[in-house]
């Protein structure tokens, strides 16, 4: 048995270095008689290393088969977690591109070292891939820039433009902006300088290349004399010298100082060629970094953000608890002090009064507020309309005018001081008071009000003389004023079991010919369009103040 | 959240803090899943770390302005004033809301 493995190393090794498809070299047909008469899961068992074990694979299974499918993709993946071998990367390259695209793409996906070694062992075999399938690949994990920039090699060139389409595209569609990222910088390295070849991840390290030693000398191994060396180094592939020959002198050394033969390096030695090549690759994009996050930190005072408030963070500050001069309120943005909230206090408590019209001693708890702050208007126009209810006219025109001083858009102001000057029969006044409020708010309870009181005064046809606006304005609140009495009349009617309508004194209304009622009810019915009120009685269609019937009554 | 009319009284500024507050305030415990006291839980540190570190940092505090008028017969009226006051960028800042509570 021994004898059987020492002829398969030799006689692999010798395939390995000729040239040619597998199947055509001389060493191949010797091979299989070999594998043929031994037993290949003996060979297996202990073979030395993925490239012997990746041959027998070939050697002993037929092609296309599920057989070798299995065994391809266990010694794949062992390979994407391994130290690589430039003899195993040469022997991928003899696989058919079916046994590469079932056994070696599918490991692109991991997200972790064997999606990086699976996609530089896709670039350095030559495997190209359909252009559709690049979005899934980039939508499958996060991507380094040397992974983009190895799977820029399975790119077709004539369908570089295509994959850039395809992913602009689906960039457009994309949720994801990890995804989007990934799909932008893929078509930058699509359209920029590639390098000369895949470049190795930093998770990879390449294994120096086997030689086979017979069992007797195995413990030697670790120890390999100088002339072992340079026979390794003779047998390196022309790929591999030109790889060392453009690293830079850092690399280099570190090739030259790494014993060759011993695949196990420490782990710190490791770690820092690791880093210092990190940073050699990507020397440019460090730099950027750099100097981006210094400006960042420059202008944004982020620096100090971190030193200070990270500490203070989801600690109370330190005015905490205590009693501020003012607070600003998040609405008005007025400014509150203790002065404030204690008028405020007096002017709610005169409120509280109101409720039950209770004015004498809501208007001293309004007159409270006020001494405490003068400019509360609102304290203003609560002692105005206290003092009208008290019939303290000159009070109250005093108070709400003072409101309005403070704040000419003060809303109800005008309204009381209406109210006030029609209580002493200064109907003039109580018109121009009415009239502003009217312009300060088109409010229909004030407009009716306004309405009622021409009405009351005997003033109807000084309706004609408004502002268009306004009188329109009054039209509509009264046509609803008008309407809800109707309802309510129509209600009332079915319920009281009133006169047939032919029975009652019916009169027809000049301006539409629609019926009137003449009797304790005013209308009853009209034509579209036409209106009265029982109150303020006002043609709507024609705008006639005056109400007279045909016959001559005056409703 | 229910409070018995007599409870309501004023809490002056500046307050009662959201966070840590102590039993038996509006705040404190701030939830109760279950129907005993074992489900109670207070705006703490351990109980709800985030919200708590929100609250603190911009020291989120209540106060209640209370006007109470009392019209005989058992007739009596609350003007409540909720008076929610924070710092925010070193400026003590105050939401008010107002109420009115009757005994009827």
Redesign the interface.
């Known amino acids: 048995m021994q004898e059987t493995r020492q002829q398969f190393y030799e006689l692999a090794d010798s395939l390995l270095r000729e040239s040619g498809l597998l199947a055509n070299r001389p060493t191949w047909i010797n091979l299989r008689q070999l594998i043929h008469d031994a037993s290949s899961e003996s060979l297996q068992a202990d073979c030395d290393t993925l490239t012997h074990t990746l041959l027998l694979a070939l050697l002993s299974t037929s092609e296309k088969s599920a057989e070798r499918t299995g065994k391809l993709g266990s010694v794949i993946e062992s390979a994407c977690r391994s130290p690589l071998e430039e003899s195993f990367i040469e022997l991928l390259k003899q696989l058919s591109s079916d046994d590469l695209t079932t056994t070696l793409l599918p490991q692109i996906y991991c997200s972790d070292k064997r999606g990086s070694i699976a996609v530089y062992l896709a670039a350095r075999v030559g495997i190209f891939i359909d252009p559709e399938a690049f979005q899934y690949f980039l939508t499958a994990r996060p991507w380094e820039q040397t992974d983009l920039i190895n799977l820029a090699f399975l790119v077709r060139p004539a369908e570089q433009l295509k994959v850039s389409t395809i992913l602009e595209q689906a960039a457009a569609n994309e949720g994801s902006a990890i995804n989007r990222e990934s799909f932008t910088e893929f078509r930058h390295i699509l359209f920029g300088q590639l390098p000369q070849k895949p470049l190795l991840p930093d998770t990879a390290t390449i294994a120096a290349p086997y030689v086979y030693q017979p069992p007797q000398n195995k413990e030697s191994l670790n120890l390999p004399a100088l002339e072992d060396q340079n026979a390794v180094l003779e047998l390196q592939t022309e790929d591999e010298k030109s790889e060392y020959k453009d690293r830079s002198p850092i690399s280099a050394a570190r090739t030259k100082t790494t014993p060759i033969g011993n695949t196990r390096k420490p782990a710190t030695e490791s770690g820092l060629s690791s880093l210092l090549k990190l940073i050699e690759t990507h020397q440019a994009a460090l730099f950027a970094l750099f100097l981006i996050t210094t400006i960042f930190l420059m202008a944004t005072g982020i620096s100090k953000w971190f030193l200070s408030d990270s500490e ?6 330190a ?6 001069t ?6 008005t943005r007025e400014k ?1 002090t ?1 002065r404030y ?1 204690a008028a ?3 002017y ?2 005169g ?3 109101l ?2 019209d209770r004015y004498s001693e809501a208007l001293i708890l309004f007159e409270d507020a006020l001494n405490i702050r003068p400019d509360h208007t609102q304290a203003l126009y609560r002692i105005g309309y206290c003092r009208l209810h008290i019939k303290d006219y000159a009070g109250a025109k005093t108070a709400l005018e003072k409101a309005l001083s403070l704040d000419p858009k003060f809303r109800h102001a005008n309204l009381m001081l209406a109210r006030a000057a029609a209580a002493q029969s200064d109907n003039k006044t109580a018109e121009n008071h009415f009239n502003r409020e009217l312009e300060l708010a088109k409010d229909p309870s004030v407009a009716e009000e306004y309405a009622n009181f021409l009405h009351n005064t005997g003033k109807k046809t000084r309706l004609k003389n408004l502002s268009p606006d306004i009188r329109h304005f009054i039209r509509i609140v009264l046509s609803f004023s008008a309407a809800s009495l109707r309802n309510q009349k129509k209600r009332s009617s079915a319920n009281e079991k009133i006169r047939p309508v032919a029975a009652r004194n019916r009169h027809i209304h000049k301006h539409c010919r629609g019926n009137l009622h003449s009797g304790n009810e005013h209308v009853l019915d009209y034509r579209p369009g036409c209106f009265q009120n029982p109150q303020f009685q006002l043609c709507q269609q024609c705008g006639a103040p005056d109400f007279t019937t045909s016959d001559g009554h005056a409703l | 959240m229910a409070m018995p009319f007599e409870d309501i009284v004023e809490v002056p500024p500046p307050g009662i803090a959201l966070y840590d507050a102590p039993a038996g305030t509006f705040f404190g415990p701030f939830i109760n899943t279950s129907g005993s006291s074992s489900g109670e839980k207070f705006i703490t540190q351990g109980n709800m770390p985030e919200f708590y570190s929100y609250l603190a940092q911009h020291d989120f505090r209540y106060s209640l302005s209370v006007s109470n008028v009392s019209f005989g017969d058992g007739d009596e009226i609350k003007s409540v004033g909720i008076l929610v006051s924070w710092i925010e960028n070193n400026k003590n800042m105050m939401y008010r809301l107002y109420v009115y509570v009757p005994s009827l």
């Open positions: 203070t963070r989801g600690k109370p500050p005015n905490a608890g205590k009693l501020p003012y607070w600003t309120d998040s609405a509150i203790e909230l405020d206090k007096d709610r408590m409120e509280l009064y409720t039950r």
